[in-house]
């Protein structure tokens, strides 16, 4: 898989007066379970090789309700920052990485990167802390043509389908972040 451009991962921080630019949709957005449900019927339907990966509670469950599985699922058991128990776990495999808010670590960046490069997976990360920022690094690292799934709190379930533009994009939001050297 080309990535786009060398890219020095590491532990990030988003900055307060950042934080308008990740508040826009990275793809399209579902917003009724009409277009859900069709979605997912194509994407069954589909004999195209591409992971799914879904960020959030609510996406997660979302998917699980109308029969898909994801390949990998990054929860945090919270929903709009209240603690939630909606996803069924049952169908996967269940690792753990702390990622406290308005951040993506080094370890959770990590542990997506060594997942997806994984055949033929079902596992869920469970995060202690908060999952938002995780579909960055799950974009980044996930093969073309993968779909990424996570939620717009209010307006519905966002499909990205990545792309090398897409890739381009999540690497800007990224360099907008503050890069903290771990020691």
């Known amino acids: 898989m080309k ?3 060398s890219f020095n991962k590491g532990y990030y921080i988003l900055p307060e007066d950042e934080r308008n630019y990740f508040k826009k949709p990275l793809d399209i957005i579902l917003s009724t379970d009409k277009e859900i449900e069709d979605f997912i019927h194509v994407l069954k339907a589909s ?3 591409c992971k799914i990966i879904t960020v959030g509670d609510v996406s997660t469950q979302t998917i699980l309700n109308r029969g898909l599985i994801p390949n990998l699922a990054i929860i945090d058991e919270r929903v709009q920052r209240n603690r939630s128990e909606i996803v069924d776990m049952s169908k996967f495999t269940v690792v753990e990485v702390t990622n406290p808010a308005g ?4 370890a959770a ?8 490069k ?3 997976i079902k596992i869920i990360i469970k995060i202690s802390g908060e999952e938002d920022l995780l579909v960055l690094p799950a974009i980044y690292e ?3 043509n993968s779909k990424v799934l996570y939620g717009q709190p209010n307006e519905g379930l966002v499909v990205v389908t990545v792309t090398e533009e897409i890739k381009k994009k999540v690497k800007n939001l990224i360099q907008k972040m503050v890069k903290i050297n771990e020691n």
């Open 103 to 106: 951040t993506i670590t080094s």
């Open 142 to 144: 996930t093969p073309y």
């Open 109 to 116: 960046w990590n542990m997506i990167q060594k997942i997806l």
């Open 3 to 5: 990535l786009v451009g």
């Open 118 to 120: 994984q055949d033929d």
């Open 47 to 49: 004999q195209e090789e």
